[in-house]
């Protein structure tokens, strides 16, 4: 019997523990949190730091792993890269991970590799970032070089153009970084994607392309995605071959990867790419509802140096999910519910909040309130079953 890591055991990580004992892989789970749900569900659970790479290796050392994944997150990637390298393993490495994880190091790999990316700045201090936006002009993004899910990121436009504006963009997003820097982008307008993809033996399978709905400015939460695209097939070829140039750039093999593309009147340009399953139900729930194709199930081969099975269980069709974002404020009352639950196409509805909870300003995504999941027979049929259930939900505010 084989032995599978997993890096993280929060409810995001629930599917790769479930998969792998499914496929009748021995599981241990560490995660940093004694009450991470997956600890108790794994075949051995163990309280660890996973922010610090040596601890994670003793784990994987002592128990002799045969493969190791982290899904829908990035915060261990470094200990991931770690392991893989020390024990070689399949997988990335540590300058993969650095590469996947830090996006000025991100910029420097696509600009080497001539993958279509914004201009960006590294900035470790205020004035570095103002000489930034001088450089750039305005529209810029203020991000952290190293986070996900939004945190930290805020457009700054030409209206913006005040010092305390702008100092106050650089703190917000160097406050989020997990390595105390800040990158100054150039602002790319246009619809975003993203692309879902598995790798091996340096060969890269496009499984799906996701549209995404965001909040906008100024910090682009995501509150929506579906599958397959709606958009022209020359449109998503161009978000695809993209897609495919940043992996190549990044030296990504054996291993998911998770691409997210904006496709601007002038072509696409790469946002960022994560060696990893995407986050947000993304690649465990829409994409096996989409396509068939049971993409954690792949991934976890991948971690264990085999070929995915690919095969599809189930024919093509939509898959929505909308997320609840009500107004900032004091949750007083929650409605609707069991109605959303109960409308054809509904697969999932959950809700994150409960009366008496404080709603945060939807700055990231950690701001959403819940969530509906719908299947149809296309995509447009998904999103209208998704946002007819989503609207049925009313969450009452007070401020």
Known sequence: ?????????????????????????????????????????????????????DACLAVARAERVDGI??????????????????????????????????????????????????????????TEALSAVERLGFPVIFKPSRNSGSRGVTRVGPEDARRELLAEAFAYALRESRDASVVVEQFVEGPEFSVEILVWNGQPRVLAVTDKVTTGAPSYVEVGHSQPSLFPEADQQQVVDAALR???????????????????????FLMEIGARLGGDFITTELVPRSTGIDMVAGAIRLALGEEPDLTPRHPPQGAAIRYLAPPPGRVVGIQGV???????????????????DAVPEMKSSLARAGHVIAEGTTAGAAIAAAERARDAIVIAIVR
């Open 246 to 268: 940043g992996v190549k750039a990044l030296g990504i093999d054996w291993s998911a990867a998770h691409a997210e593309v904006r496709l601007s009147p002038g072509g696409p």
């Open 69 to 126: 994944i982290h899904i829908c997150t990035e915060v261990a990637m470094p200990a991931l890269g770690r392991i893989n390298q020390e024990l070689g393993l399949r997988g990335i490495d540590m300058a993969n991970a650095a590469r996947a994880t830090n996006k000025a190091k991100m910029r420097r790999a696509f600009e080497r590799g001539q993958a279509p990316s914004p201009q960006s700045i590294a900035a470790d201090t205020l």
């Open 338 to 356: 069991a109605e959303a639950r109960s409308m054809p196409g509904i697969k999932l509805v959950e809700v994150l909040v409960r009366p008496g």
């Open 1 to 53: 019997m084989k032995t599978l890591l997993v890096l993280a055991a929060g409810p995001l990580q629930l599917p790769a523990i479930t998969t792998a004992k499914r496929l009748g892989l021995r599981v241990v789970a560490v995660d940093g949190n004694p009450g991470a749900p997956g600890l108790a569900l794994a075949d051995v659970g163990k309280v660890v730091n996973l922010l610090d790479p």
